[in-house]
């Protein structure tokens, strides 16, 4: 049996808001918000195309959290995002409290790509790939 992504797991200490950010910067749908047993909000996302799954919540009763790192770092680093137009996404999200962090950066195949800070000190990527013949991305 082939293999998928079936979520993306984000930790926030006020996972409704972090969740609305999501929804407004990349268009998520907002699909459940709960406290489940283990005491924690638990907030269910897709992403507009339906195609991801994104869940956000707070620390469960009693569990401590580390801090987030939007620094490039071991593990998961970093939650990419198509684009197409780098920099008018790059202005929108830092009107949405975003910063850049990296770029834009132009690689050699000609795929421009950006690292901001998101909410909760996450690491965000935003790739633009270069236009096909005839206007397409």
């Known amino acids: 049996m082939p293999y998928r992504i079936n979520h993306v797991h984000l930790k926030a200490p006020d996972p409704r808001k972090t969740a609305e950010w999501y929804a407004t910067a990349f268009g998520f749908t907002i699909v459940g918000d709960e406290t489940r047993v283990f005491g924690d909000r638990f907030v269910r996302c897709v ?9 956000i919540s707070g620390a469960r009763t009693g569990e401590r959290l580390g801090a987030g790192d939007a ?10 995002f198509d684009s197409v137009d780098l920099e008018a996404d790059i202005r ?13 950066i132009q690689a050699p195949n000609g795929v421009r790509f950006a690292f901001l800070q998101g909410p909760d000190d996450t690491r965000l990527e935003l790739v633009q790939r270069p236009a096909l013949a ?4």
């Open 92 to 104: 929108r999200l830092e009107g949405l409290g975003a910063r850049l962090l990296e770029g834009p």
């Open 47 to 55: 992403s507009g195309d339906g195609g991801l799954a994104v869940n």
């Open 71 to 80: 620094g490039a770092h071991w593990g998961l680093e970093h939650v990419g």
């Open 134 to 137: 005839g206007g397409s991305c």
